[in-house]
């Protein structure tokens, strides 16, 4: 290597790296170059002592056995680069040679357009041909996920299905009594054995721990009591100490998870017990989801209303503030408690406070023993409020008709704090502990916009019973009420073996324990042309954001009052200038 000063010399002097880099120009080039301003130096100061203006001009470039001299183009480096080289004459004759003939340009043109026509037919054709040509789903999916485009319901593997897959079927339809196919919505089988249903457990059921006090039960209700065996959902009633109480049993329930606004429920049970021992109560019913059973601040002043109106039927014991009219002590419930009379701003679900909400109650079965024969009966109800005069309904048979041979309406038409529309029906003695089964269910169709058109039909042992319409639950002139509405509140299952002296005594001499209540399965069905007929929430009967609200009443079971939770009545427009 050439000593430090024999290498810097030849940079600055261009004998070394002349021609390209940084160290291309010679400041002693510039003398006489109008590029560089003449004579001037185009650097802002004098070269230095340690600058070398040795030379007038740039040295070739160095070539060697490692460089060779052709790859310098020692003329114009540039020659090669027409971008850097442009020729005017070429230029000019090309930016006039323009024709509408020529292939490239059309093949470009025709490229947009192929382009253009594509994204037009994928963002606008595409939907539209889809449109009309994509088969139309008749009936809404009330799986999740919906249905496919066939109108099938998808099985999610690891997610629960609102269709049991082990439901046959020969059962996805069933004609009701309107002559037209109710499509199936909802069942469960109960084939897999070993369910649990403590809180959690279960996406659609829910054991309940508590004491159902409303009824003066002897039992407590303790998750640990129901199960499913056999393919069977069941639920034993023993002997044993719990809660301060001699017997424990179960009650299972829907509520906040499964919910139908119109439906065909029909249920396959086998009672506890033989038609020979009186003293059970086993049930199947249903109740409107802003009252939760066996929470008694949730359910006062929602059920058993099912009202509509803004007059005295909203109002405590359906008496004025002028104590009128006069009944005798008929009702002695607190009045509705978001009723059409709410005040605006009010402490109301929704839709709005002129819309009357509830909690109303349709039984499927309650089962008891007819002590006359001892054949067992079942009662089907629907349990209503405001009430009549002497608790009587319009029984006649063009608004309320009987249809089984084995059916009478019941005795019992009510209380101070219930209404009941009710018949019994005798049933078959084989149909008790596990050794038979027998269907039985109601059919309810409800149309607010149509509420003439609205009705409870129910059956036992796969046979019509009798019917209840909107006739049935006619205006009142004696105690001043409108008419009662058939139901039009979302509604949840419940199925519980209880024992309660109100309902019937115990005959415990002849009474077994342990006693069992079998259900082989429960089926839920609809009409195609229903919307929004699944789930809790519904749109014109919303209940999650009131239920949200107040969940200190829905969540504690001890609090029977409304008060008791922290809550009051919203003012009702009859009782206060609003």
């Not at 390209?20 to 802002?44: E, K, L, W």
């Not at 340690?50 to 070539?63: F, K, L, N, Q």
């Not at 139309?136 to 999610?156: C, K, M, W, Y």
């Not at 099912?306 to 002590?329: E, I, K, R």
Request: with cysteine; glycine share 10%; charged share 15%.
């Amino acid at each position: 290597m050439p000593p430090r000063n024999d290498l810097a010399q030849g940079v600055a002097t261009g004998a070394i790296g002349a021609g390209y880099g940084p160290y291309a120009h010679n400041p002693a080039v510039a003398a006489g170059n109008p590029v560089y301003g003449g004579s001037a130096s185009r650097f802002s100061v004098p070269p230095s002592d340690r600058s070398s203006t040795t030379g007038d001009r740039h040295a070739p470039p160095v070539t060697s056995s490692t460089v060779p001299a052709y790859l310098w183009d020692t003329k114009d480096p540039d020659l090669d680069d027409a971008l850097h080289n442009p020729d005017p004459r070429v230029d000019a004759a090309q930016d006039r040679s323009f024709t509408f003939f020529s292939s490239r340009g059309w093949a470009n043109v025709s490229v947009l357009i192929i382009l253009v026509a594509g994204l037009v037919t994928l963002f606008a054709g595409y939907p539209i041909i889809s449109f009309y040509h994509t088969t139309r789903i008749v009936s809404f999916g009330s799986n999740f996920g919906g249905s496919n485009s066939s109108g099938q319901i998808p099985e999610l593997t690891g997610l629960p299905s609102l269709i049991d897959p082990a439901t046959d079927k020969q059962f996805y339809t069933k004609t009701a009594s309107d002559g037209k196919n109710w499509n199936l919505v909802f069942s469960d089988e109960f084939n897999t054995d070993g369910r649990t249903f403590w809180p959690g457990d279960d996406a659609y059921w829910e054991a309940q721990d508590f004491h159902y006090w409303p009824t003066g039960d002897l039992e407590w209700y303790n998750p640990q009591a129901i199960t499913t065996k056999d393919g069977k959902l069941v639920i034993t009633m023993t002997e044993q100490s719990n809660h301060d109480l001699n017997f424990q049993s179960g009650m299972l329930q829907s509520w906040n998870k499964l919910c139908f606004t119109t439906g065909y429920v029909e249920v396959s049970v086998s009672l506890p017990g033989t038609p020979k021992t009186p003293g059970f109560w086993p049930a199947v019913w249903t109740m409107g989801n802003l009252g939760r059973a066996g929470y008694g601040a949730t359910t006062e002043g929602m059920w058993p209303y099912s009202y509509a109106a803004c007059d005295v039927g909203t109002l405590p014991n359906q008496t004025n503030a002028d104590g009128t009219p006069d009944l005798d002590g008929l009702s002695f419930l607190p009045g509705q408690r978001v009723s059409a009379c709410t005040c605006p701003g009010g402490d109301h679900p929704g839709p709005s406070v002129t819309t009357g909400r509830n909690a109303p109650e349709i039984d499927i079965i309650e089962a008891q023993i007819d002590l006359s024969v001892f054949e067992g009966e079942v009662s089907q109800s629907l349990q209503v409020a405001p009430f009549n005069a002497d608790y009587q309904f319009d029984n006649s048979s063009s608004s309320t008709p009987i249809q089984g041979s084995q059916t009478q309406f019941n005795s019992y038409r009510g209380g101070q704090f219930q209404q009941a529309i009710s018949a019994v029906s005798h049933i078959d003695s084989a149909n008790y502990n596990g050794q038979g089964f027998a269907s039985y269910a109601f059919e309810w169709w409800t149309d607010p916009n149509h509420r003439s058109e609205g009705y409870v039909q129910w059956y036992s042992e796969g046979q019509p019973t009798w019917r209840a319409t909107a006739a049935t639950l006619a205006g009142d002139t004696t105690t001043g009420i409108s008419s009662r509405i058939i139901p039009e509140e979302p509604a949840y299952l419940i199925f519980n073996l209880g024992m309660a002296p109100s309902f019937q005594k115990q005959d415990f001499v002849h009474m077994e324990f342990p006693s069992q209540m079998l259900i082989d399965y429960v089926r839920v069905y609809q009409r195609s042309d229903v919307s929004n007929g699944i789930g809790c929430d519904p749109p014109n009967r919303p209940t999650a954001d009131y239920i949200n609200r107040h969940m200190n009443a829905y969540t504690n079971p001890n609090f029977t009052q409304w008060r008791d939770a922290g809550y009051s009545f919203p003012s009702n427009s009859l009782l206060v200038n609003c």
